[in-house]
């Protein structure tokens, strides 16, 4: 298989949206890329649209049912802070960074999910302390490239306010501009999260949003710029994607309140849970039940029993709900005994005290107890797409696609590299690669 290209670079802007397209292609760094770019403005996300399924889809063009990473957290019922799926091991197969280390290529990764204790050259992974023992900078270098990660922190490191945006995004664009210039890796994964996180806590067209958008172009533009320096764009096929929307709710759906009240679920004196039957496990605008004991099919009628009833009540929040081999044909875990769908301004949380709907105050998005917008929903929302943009060597300028999915741009970047996934779920859009190009 040739390769049509000798640098890819794929920066993901988390929750960047079709309905940003328009904003976008009028800032001065995007409209630049767009000038002999090919795109698709309606990129359909998988389910649930949330970013760590979303960006093992990316690389490696499966569905959450096929490459395991079903949500962003692990079923640990009672747990304030579940565990992430942080780490390469979740992942089943072969990813595109496996296959471009297999060929000899150079790689890097910032903050892109799923890639902790991955075989990735140079890796800065997305985790994060989530024991109060932990330190946040060890986890980090335990689980990724310690020297490199070492020397970001010391030239970057002040750029840094924990974990907060837009902090972050600088601190992981610094060391994007320096990988370039001083690694030139083959293969560069980058993960921007400050869009997604002021849609979150501000709102999907708060001004703080519409900010993040200017500071993102901004941030395109100066990797551009080092490419450029590196004396490598010429030979650099550059990505800019979203991984999903994201839709602002203003009540939050707890469901475990209703499995509690049942007896599917049982706290001790203080509050925490002992036991189990069926436990719903949030994936924000959607979410799985699932059954301690598969076979308990007594309970899982008494269960489907009670969704149906919610259903009927657009009040309750929950528009619709999957059975488990419905739920993987949406490409979903079908280890859930169910899925259900919020409806448009509700979201799901897994608390299971108080009221079984909450209405969201701004005291409680201020603590982080709560957001304003959120994503997981089904890809069948209305105006719920995202972005795929694609310029530089071996892409055909100036071509739309007019619709993909976001399982076809794994095999895509496969064949720019001249490398094969494996059996996926998704085809590389062919008709927007330049195949009389190959290095």
């Known amino acids: 298989m040739s390769r049509l290209t000798d640098y890819l670079l794929v920066i993901s802007f988390d929750c960047l949206s079709s309905l940003d397209f328009p904003i976008i292609e009028r800032l001065p760094n995007f409209k630049k890329l767009l000038e002999r770019a090919s795109y698709c403005r309606n990129v359909e996300t998988i389910y649930p ?4 399924p979303c960006h093992a889809t990316i690389v490696t063009g499966r569905y959450p049912k096929n490459h395991g990473i079903v949500n962003n957290t692990l079923l640990q019922p009672g747990r304030l802070s579940p565990d992430w799926y942080w780490q390469r091991r979740h992942v089943k197969g072969t990813t595109l960074y496996d296959e471009a280390k297999k060929a000899g290529m150079k790689t890097a990764a910032l903050l892109w999910p799923v890639t902790a204790k991955s075989t990735i050259d140079y890796n800065m992974p997305e985790i994060f302390a989530n024991r109060s023992w932990q330190n946040q900078i060890l986890v980090s270098l335990l689980n990724g490239s310690p020297l490199y990660q070492l020397d970001m922190n010391r030239k970057f490191g002040h750029l840094r306010n924990g974990l907060n945006q837009p902090e972050l995004d600088d601190f992981v664009l610094a060391s994007t501009v ?3 210039k001083t690694r030139k890796p083959n293969l560069m994964l980058v993960h921007f999260v400050d869009l997604d996180s002021q849609r979150h806590y501000h709102g999907f067209s708060s001004d703080e949003a519409m900010a993040a958008l200017r500071r993102h172009d901004e941030r395109l533009g100066k990797i551009i710029n080092a490419l450029k320096e590196s004396g490598i764009y010429d030979n650099t096929t550059i990505i800019a994607l979203g991984d999903h929307s994201a839709l602002d709710e203003s009540k939050a759906v707890k469901l475990n309140v209703l499995l509690k009240k049942l007896g599917f679920i049982t706290v001790n004196h203080d509050g925490k849970i002992i036991d189990w039957k069926a436990y719903c496990k949030s994936c924000d605008g959607s979410a799985y039940i699932y059954m301690k004991d598969p076979n308990d099919t007594e309970s899982q009628q008494q269960i489907e029993a009670l969704l149906e009833e919610l ?4 009040e309750n929040g929950v528009e619709r709900f999957l059975t488990s081999s419905e739920a993987r044909e949406k490409g979903a ?5 169910f899925m259900i769908e919020a409806k448009l301004g509700y ?22 107890r709560y957001t304003f917008a959120s994503h997981g929903y089904s890809p069948e929302k209305e105006n719920y797409t995202t972005v795929f943009i694609a310029s530089g060597k071996g892409i055909r300028p100036n071509i739309e696609i007019p619709s993909m999915h976001l399982v076809d741009e794994g095999p895509t970047f496969a064949s ?4 094969d996934l494996g059996k996926t779920d998704g085809r590389a859009i062919e008709e927007l690669l330049d195949l009389g190009v190959s290095s």
Do not use: M, P
């Open 49 to 52: 649209s949330v970013t760590y």
């Open 178 to 180: 320096e990988t370039i």
């Open 311 to 314: 259903v009927k009540n657009e």
């Open 333 to 337: 875990d079908d280890k859930a005994t």
């Open 347 to 368: 979201y799901f949380k897994e608390h299971f005290d108080g009221e079984y709907i909450d209405e969201i105050q701004i005291e409680d998005v201020r603590e982080k």
């Open 416 to 419: 720019l590299l001249g490398l």
